[in-house]
């Protein structure tokens, strides 16, 4: 208040002979300027360490591997579960029956939405990003699981959903709850998930989705979507932000290891099933020493992933130098991300590939068919060898012969390190998801 006083005692001073209703008139304006002055606080953003109302997983792949103990598996499987919302009694909600045994609990229904990348081949519709939608229902305190090609649910895995199949090969998916099936998005700051990435027969990696709470000022079970666009602007969901920074690892390829890095980047300003701008965002790469390679602006549309150098396998690049000559780990920093000069949200990860081949000794079955002139004689000696059989007629016999054998191989094996990018915390307030 001391600055209050001694600008009463200049105005008095100034204006003299001027009444004192007409000093406080003038007071009170000045007030008014400065805090109509100063800059409105922008809306915080999400807390992705709680519990919300959304998840956003950074990828799926829809594609199933080999692996050496579990035989067919997806590439990519998610794994979600419920808790109770903070202050919020769940036994008022509906019981429901469990997925696959265990005990019934209060339901809760989640939408989830597979979000394509645009596909520039596709000359009918090159920047529209495709979606399909699914449903599903889980306890609270229970958790669904459920992949790309419902091969965990063919497997009768336990709590195994059955989810509609994305439109393509890879892209994010987002999930959301609402008030029933067919329902509304509502308010339940409940949902946790990860993400489970298989790369080959021996390699797995874990995300954590990115948690978005409802707004503040919202109760459990609120509406969030009355217009049905899920608006991530602090009066529906919590906002998102649309910078990022991380530490990356640069490319090498020489010997014996061939390391390659890629950022995986995605935005919630999506129209989906319609046309989409491309995001633009700039991108700054600093070494240990602090050097500075600014990269090309990157564009994606909706979902896309671009790696540091060229490659045979890896077209799309900045190919500007980012390998082990400018430095072996680093920085990256962005700007902040705009679809046509318009600030957008940015979400991604980090993916580093390692690559190395070695050779060890492995044992294996070959099978092979024999057929000879002399069938008595084919017969005669093949059956004396263990592992073999006969088919077909006396005339015309095949003879299978499965045997196992010692073999040296040359096995590649890779390494894949996955973590997310840190954000600015500065909160794009214009955020809206359309789904369709």
Not at 307 to 327: C, M
Not at 367 to 395: E, H, P, Q, W, Y
């Amino acid at each position: 208040m001391k600055w209050l006083c001694g600008l009463s005692y200049v105005v008095l001073t100034f204006f003299g002979a001027l009444n004192m209703k007409r000093v406080l008139g003038f007071l009170f304006g000045v007030l008014a300027t400065l805090w109509m002055a100063a800059p409105a606080a922008a809306w915080h953003p999400t807390d992705t360490s709680e519990p919300g109302s959304v998840l956003v997983f950074y990828q799926f792949d829809k594609d199933d591997v080999s692996t050496v103990d579990q035989g067919d598996m997806p590439e990519t499987a998610f794994e979600v579960s419920v808790v109770c919302p903070n202050n919020f009694d769940c036994s008022t909600l509906p019981f429901g029956t469990p997925l696959q045994g265990g005990n019934a609990g209060p339901l809760v229904t989640v939408h989830g939405h597979w979000v394509c990348p645009a596909d520039p081949n596709n000359t009918l519709a090159p920047t529209t990003c495709l979606e399909s939608d699914f449903e599903f229902q889980v306890t609270v305190k229970g958790t669904a699981v459920f992949d790309p090609l419902n091969i965990l649910f063919g497997k009768g895995q336990a709590g195994a959903v059955s989810v509609a199949q994305p439109p393509c090969s890879e892209g994010y998916l987002i999930l959301w709850v609402e008030s029933g099936l067919g329902g509304q998005p509502i308010k339940f700051d409940g949902l946790i998930g990860d993400e489970v990435i298989r790369d080959g027969h021996f390699e797995a990696r874990g995300l954590n989705a990115v948690a978005i709470q409802a707004a503040d000022a919202l109760n459990t079970f609120d509406p969030t979507a009355p217009d049905g666009t899920l608006h991530f602007d602090g009066n529906h969901y919590q906002s998102v932000t649309g910078k990022i920074y991380g530490s990356i690892r640069y490319d090498d390829q020489a010997a014996p290891h061939d390391i390659n890095t890629s950022l995986i980047l995605l935005t919630l300003d999506v129209d989906s099933n319609r046309p989409n701008s491309p995001t633009t965002v700039d991108l700054n790469f600093y070494n240990e020493g602090e050097s500075l390679i600014s990269a090309p602006a990157t564009n994606f549309t909706c979902w896309g992933q671009v790696y540091l150098t060229n490659s045979e396998e890896f077209s799309n690049s900045f190919n500007v130098g980012l390998d082990q000559t400018f430095g072996v780990k680093g920085l990256v920093e962005s700007k902040g991300a705009t679809q046509g000069g318009t600030p957008v949200t940015l979400i991604g990860v980090v993916e580093t590939e390692e690559e190395i081949e070695p050779t060890f000794d492995a044992t294996g079955t070959t099978s092979f068919t024999v057929s000879a002139a002399n069938i008595v004689d084919a017969i005669t000696g093949l059956l004396a060898v263990a592992g073999c059989s006969k088919t077909g007629t006396i005339d015309a016999p095949t003879i299978t012969c499965n045997l196992t054998v010692p073999a040296t191989g040359s096995v590649a094996l890779q390494r894949t390190i996955t973590y997310p990018f840190y954000n600015d915390s500065i909160s794009v307030e214009t955020t809206t998801f359309l789904p369709h």
